[in-house]
């Protein structure tokens, strides 16, 4: 394991889902899943979001479309909520559901608007 990728992985990761949310995972790691936490830090998230070429708010909204089109909702609820932390809008977050539902169908974009409505609530940026 490459121990500066690994930890500019943890700031990052730490910073776009919160430190509570990552500690919780890195602490709920079985012996089966440890090294896969560590892998996913470092390779994900300290050599994928830690290039500097694109900043995190770009990397969360190619998350949000990304992950709607693989219907991976567990997933895309915990991106989503980075995304807020990273900058991106409402209004934007709103432009990216409408973008999935096109290109990926009504059904994706209907279970977006669930989630976002619940994570948006919880917030108080419910309008």
């Known amino acids: ?45 300290g050599a994928g979001w830690g290039d500097d070429t694109l900043p995190p708010r770009t990397r969360s909204m190619l998350n949000i479309v990304m992950i709607a089109a693989l219907n ?16 991106v809008t409402v209004e934007e977050l709103k432009a990216l559901i409408t973008h999935v539902t096109i290109y990926c169908g009504v059904p994706v974009g209907v279970e977006c608007h669930r989630i976002a409505n619940k994570v948006l609530a919880e917030k108080g940026l419910a309008a």
């Open 1 to 45: 394991m490459d121990e500066a990728l690994y930890d500019k992985g943890l700031e990052q990761r730490k910073a776009t889902l919160g430190a509570a949310y990552v500690e919780k995972s890195l602490g709920n790691a079985t012996a089966f899943s440890k090294e896969f936490q560590s892998f996913i830090t470092e390779y994900c998230w």
């Open 72 to 87: 991976r909702m567990h997933e895309w609820e915990l991106h989503f909520r980075g995304a807020l932390t990273n900058g």
